[in-house]
């Protein structure tokens, strides 16, 4: 925490949070407008240390609040790739122990900042792979008993969410969730995220990555089959109401290959289908709920290919669409650390644990 040489007055109760803050650094809170002013110096000029693990990413960001902004000063990665097949937990969560202190310091040296400067320690908490989670909780814990620093837990999703709102300054998207793990169509409605429309069986990135492996292409498979140039060929498409399936895609576009079918044709019909069926429940959500924003995040959401597709659905409904850098839509540790200056969800070093299932409607408000 770095203490400037003036303070900020703040007029009015003291919030819930930072009571808690105040008594996280046993300042008296009974000494009125003194402790508004020093809690008001650790809110307005502090910076945050956010971790990232849920899956094959160790993402750690650093980012600095001040009062005219948020500014990100760091933020490293070190991705697990599987030399055959997908993502095995337990060679993710060996990649991420071998490389957490290395980005650490990666981190540090990018920000200027040494460690004693960080005045929050925020963490992915979930959901993701438990032995992911693991390392990333475990780091965070460290850190917030050696630094005497709060510690705090961070939805995966919602950093996802919040990162794209502080980069696109967008105020009421309806928001496209497409990730290895995840398809979410998600609004705010009542300062609450709601999901109305998701995948009924497995993600659309899942998806992508079975198909790729069964037709040959190295990991990140999805990444290179949708480079690829070929001709239309029939695969189903399955949208129901607000809700997607893309399992049966999968199974068909393999069986296809397995009787003859072009690899690059498939491939090119498979990101065709799936990415028009993902616009075409956007579009019904714009209808529904009248929004005039969409907000595309998450690592598969930074596809050219369905940018595009978005971008001209929004043009017909005089609608918005805001994307952001892969580095950012990717998973990555600035979007939890920009998450935890919002949600403050301060934990006990001793208790906290991580969530390996957590939906982002099970959050009360935002
Ligand atoms: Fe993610």
């Given at each position: 925490m770095r203490i400037e040489p003036f303070a900020i007055f703040r007029h009015g109760p003291i919030s819930q949070i930072q009571i808690e803050i105040a008594m996280y650094f046993n300042?008296?809170?009974?000494?009125g407008i003194c402790i508004n002013i020093q809690i008001m110096k650790i809110i307005h000029m502090s910076n945050y240390l956010g971790i990232e693990s849920t899956s094959h990413t160790y993402g750690i960001g650093i980012i600095e609040q001040l009062p005219a902004g948020v500014k990100i000063l760091a933020n490293e990665t070190d991705m697990y790739k599987p030399e055959?097949?997908?993502?095995?937990p337990i060679e993710a969560r060996n990649h991420h122990m071998k490389v957490r202190d290395t980005v650490l310091d990666n981190a540090l040296k990018k920000s200027g900042l040494?460690?004693?400067?960080?005045?929050f320690v925020c963490f992915?908490?979930?959901?993701?792979?438990p032995p992911c989670l693991k390392v990333g909780l475990e780091h965070a814990k460290e850190l917030s008993r050696k630094l005497k620093k709060p510690l705090i837990g961070v939805n995966h999703a919602v950093a996802h969410i919040e990162i794209g709102k502080f980069i696109?300054?967008?105020?009421d998207p309806v928001i496209v969730y497409i990730s290895g793990g995840n398809t979410q169509i998600i609004i705010e409605t009542k300062n609450k995220y709601k999901i109305c429309g998701e995948t009924l069986d497995i993600s659309l990135g899942n998806a992508g990555d079975v198909v790729a492996r069964e037709l040959g292409?190295?990991?990140?498979g999805s990444y290179y089959m949708e480079k690829e140039h070929g001709n239309y060929i029939e695969l189903p498409y399955v949208v129901k109401g607000m809700d997607v399936s893309f399992s049966g895609i999968a199974t068909e576009a393999v069986k296809k290959y397995k009787s003859g079918t072009k690899k690059q044709d498939i491939a090119y019909s498979f990101f065709e289908n799936v990415f028009c069926m993902i616009t075409e429940v956007t579009e019904r959500a714009l209808s529904h709920t009248g929004k005039k924003q969409v907000l595309l995040i998450g690592?598969?959401?930074?596809?050219p290919i369905l940018q595009k597709k978005m971008k001209i659905m929004c043009s017909d409904r005089e609608a918005e669409c805001f994307t952001i850098p892969r580095e950012y839509a990717s998973d990555n540790g600035a979007m939890i650390a920009v998450a935890g200056i919002k949600y403050?969800?301060?934990?006990n070093p001793d208790e906290a644990d991580f969530m390996q299932k957590c939906r982002v409607d099970d959050l009360s408000q935002v």
């Open positions: 300042i008296n809170i009974k000494s055959k097949g997908g993502i095995h040494s460690l004693d400067q960080l005045d992915s908490q979930g959901p993701g792979l696109t300054k967008c105020k292409y190295s990991y990140p690592g598969v959401a930074s596809s403050k969800n301060i934990l």
